[in-house]
């Protein structure tokens, strides 16, 4: 089991299911509260204030050990739960390092970076083609357009044709300006590369043959 975090000075929050609805509400908390939810199967309403029902997707018989687990990832970050007898536990569950996290941790990089060179050199993971940050939400966009495309109700057409407008004419013109940012502050200095990063090998030459056509 593992232990509490030290309490935070944030809103405590409260998970407990509505009597008028029958859904399991959550209410209270910041914005790194919010994200435990939503990470854990909690949909986001704002509606004068913020607050998070649990997602239908959830089967019934499934309901409590979800929002049990919800207050466990809450207690481990710090945070003073109130749960009724259905959502409380005593346990306290880690929360592991999100692709949000790890998004934000590049951009710390980038805003302690000693030179524009380092930022250049961490900006690698954003533009990358194929599979760098942006790339991957491309991908994620027209992922969306596609099951929307499914989906067959007229409305949704144009939800995808909306996915597909913003990949190509809102997340393009961003990896271009940032593809641009990247190779300017890679010439905007002569620095090397950041210490202890690696520059790839360059190719090997053949080996030269010999008179008897074997190579040395």
Same mark, same amino acid.
């Given at each position: 089991?593992?232990?509490?975090?030290?309490?935070?000075?944030?809103?405590?929050?409260?998970?407990?299911?509505?009597?008028?609805?029958?859904?399991?509400?959550?209410?209270?908390?910041?914005?790194?509260?919010?994200?435990?939810?939503?990470?854990?199967?909690?949909?986001?309403?704002?509606?004068?204030?913020?607050?998070?029902?649990?997602?239908?997707?959830?089967?019934?018989? !499934?309901?409590?050990?979800? %929002?049990? @687990? #919800?207050? *466990?990832?809450?207690? &481990? +970050?710090?945070?003073?739960?109130?749960? =009724?007898?259905?959502?409380?536990?005593?346990?306290?569950?880690?929360?592991?390092?999100? !692709?949000?996290?790890?998004? %934000?941790? @590049? #951009?710390? *990089?980038?805003?302690? &970076? +000693?030179?524009?060179?380092?930022?250049? =050199?961490?900006?690698?993971?954003?533009?990358?083609?194929?599979?760098?940050?942006?790339?991957?939400?491309?991908?994620?966009?027209?992922?969306?357009? *596609?099951?929307?495309?499914?989906?067959?109700?007229?409305?949704?057409?144009?939800?995808?044709?909306?996915?597909?407008?913003?990949?190509?004419?809102?997340?393009?013109?961003?990896?271009?300006?940032?593809?641009?940012?990247? *190779?300017?502050?890679?010439?905007?200095?002569?620095?090397?590369?950041?210490?202890?990063?690696?520059?790839?090998?360059?190719?090997?030459?053949?080996?030269?043959?010999?008179?008897?056509?074997?190579?040395?």
């Amino acid at each position: 089991m593992n232990k509490p975090a030290t309490p935070r000075k944030a809103p405590s929050v409260t998970v407990a299911r509505d009597i008028d609805t029958g859904r399991i509400i959550a209410r209270g908390g910041d914005g790194l509260a919010h994200g435990i939810l939503e990470r854990t199967f909690f949909l986001r309403e704002v509606h004068g204030a913020t607050w998070h029902r649990m997602s239908p997707t959830v089967l019934p018989a !499934d309901q409590a050990a979800v %929002a049990q @687990l #919800a207050v *466990a990832r809450l207690q &481990a +970050a710090g945070y003073q739960v109130e749960a =009724d007898a259905e959502c409380a536990t005593p346990t306290a569950q880690d929360r592991y390092v999100t !692709d949000g996290r790890s998004i %934000a941790n @590049l #951009a710390a *990089a980038i805003r302690d &970076a +000693a030179s524009p060179a380092e930022v250049s =050199d961490r900006l690698e993971e954003v533009t990358a083609a194929h599979d760098g940050i942006l790339a991957a939400l491309d991908q994620l966009l027209h992922s969306l357009a *596609a099951v929307y495309d499914g989906l067959g109700r007229p409305a949704d057409r144009h939800v995808a044709a909306r996915m597909r407008y913003l990949a190509e004419h809102r997340l393009g013109p961003i990896t271009a300006d940032l593809l641009h940012t990247r *190779a300017e502050l890679a010439d905007h200095t002569t620095a090397p590369a950041r210490p202890g990063t690696s520059l790839p090998a360059g190719p090997q030459a053949a080996p030269a043959p010999t008179a008897s056509g074997r190579t040395r």
